[in-house]
């Protein structure tokens, strides 16, 4: 039989796909533990708006009909909310949809493509995709070093991933940091600003002095992108619907590459309640804010250092190897993140969760380090 | 300001995207016709199946959840049905992914893709994006020459798209045809045997008489790759789900390139739900026959030629050129495709509907052409 691995374009044959949070289907089928609480993918435990369930499912009869390709409607509310032009934004199918097209419009087997150490699992695994060439500065003290990514830029660079906050670190850049970054980045040089926990950080009871709104910049830096998503906050990560926010000239080549109907018809419409209900995006933030707090005083009495956070999550350091931690906190129906593939092999990724979960997870961590 | 089209990657500096049948908002917005009827897409007029709307509505809740990403429970299923290991299935967020995947693992800039004339739109788009060249025999009354095919395959052929039936023609080839296909492509060439509109062409009661069910030459090519939807007989375009069959070594290369999340969990549990109700299968398969022949009776009394259609749609010759004919269509309520884009500038493609819509647009249709 021929050998298809050989016949593979070059990024292909060396490309391994990315690996998610354990679901808790799997971990009940594979573990026969019941209740699983999953603090592993940074999901909003509080569900999404009850106004957003309720459109979803009202919408479930209409879904023999093709989806609305361009999204109108969610376009229109995304327009007013941020005050950018329906022209200036590109649908996904979760965020991680508006990073691999970037990739598609500008990268070649020939390009660089830079991002920090520690940060998002997506970026190198796109950048092998398109066959392209990972270039991964060294973190400083767990966050970006935004000195050493300028200096990383050559003439084959085409793209610069900057999460702000960063995943899986938490850590954050501020106003200043960017603005003085953006200013020296050559403007040929595509920045994206994954900012997927932006409603988080942006809150004034987290810790993250001086974050910015990075729409901020968009007038001034055309080779910006942003990227959000509803994944987190907005607690519909099951229907995958995230979003670009550019220059109209960058928007129109992302959509070039949009698949037509990428963003389904019930993501759509769940979208669109959800921006309609502030009561729950505070409440989740706040939530958030609590849990983060509680989660940091468990921590500190059980002497772990942890990296503080912006974000919904924060990463523990348990004082050694990870992975068996992580094994034996599944057997206690606690799924969170090993983050040794990120070159943390003494840290886990704990997604905050309500009060009783962080309450169980401390719990169980405590039971699984004794 | 850089101009980023010049920036962008060959193929991309020339793509432009696929243009969708017109949603009814859409529509209505800006004709202000009222109860528009949706004749564009091939979607069925009977919905989903009541199981799968149920399923999904009560599925909303459960959003904040990352879907899971090897579809297990979905997986599964198909694989009891279809008699076919999981490790030979790929899901898509439609099927339109699945033929993205199979590009993203084999094409570069320097390769050939076959397909037909007036065959589906996404295929040339599909080539474009990635650079690569299309490859495009003529058709044979309207259907596809098999032997021109053959004769256009080269050392640079890494693809040949074939729809069965095709879309926009509903043309269909036989099981005796496309065993003999298969056994004189070369074995390092994927066939993709795009089987989007199967279940209405299997049905003997259509008069595709022939027509085969694919599955039977997986085990002989392991160079076949079946693709086959959600969206049209189960009435789920709206969720975005369909699936590739192949051998387990294309399957897994595939499996690289899909994004992790791509299927959402609303979709999973539709689809799922779906598959358990034959019941409705059978209704709109056997409404669809009975429409076909309405339809094909309605422009027999006008004088119109169509093409025999295998599928659940067909295509009208209105004698003339059609896009006026379109356009006057509009202000009558009916969205049906306009096919110039598919050199077929004197015929108009209409999705079958349910008799009332079938009757609504052969009585607008006779107005519209008087």
Redesign the interface.
Known sequence: ?????K???PG?QK????Q??K????LEREYGVHNAA?LA?N??????SPQA??A???S???????????G?ELKQKLSSKLGVSPDMITLG??S??IL?FIM?????SDSEVIFSQHSFAIYPILTQ?MGATSVVPAAKEWGYDLEAILAAITDKT?IIFIANPNNPTGTWLTEAEIASFLARVP??VIVVLDEAYFEYAIDPATEASGYPDGLQWLEKY??LLISRTF?KVY??????VGYGIS?P??TN?M????????V????LV?AAASLDDEEHLARSVATNAAGLKQLMRGFDEMGLGYIPSAANFISVDVGREAAPIYDALLYEGIIVRPVANYQMPNHLRVTVGTEIQNSAILTALKKVLA
Chains 1, 2 share one sequence.
């Open positions: 039989m021929t050998d298809f691995l016949l593979a374009v292909v490309l391994a796909p990315y998610p949070g679901p808790i289907e799997e999953k993918s999901e909003n435990p509080l569900g999404p369930i309720s979803m499912a009202s479930a009869k209409d879904v023999w009909l093709y989806p609305d390709g361009n109108f199918n979760g991680s949809d691999q598609q419009v500008f990268v070649t995709m085409r403007e040929q055309p080779n994944s607690g519909l990560a099951g229907v995958r220059h000239q960058l080549l959509n070039r590459v949009r698949p037509p109907f990428n389904n018809s019930i993501a769940g």
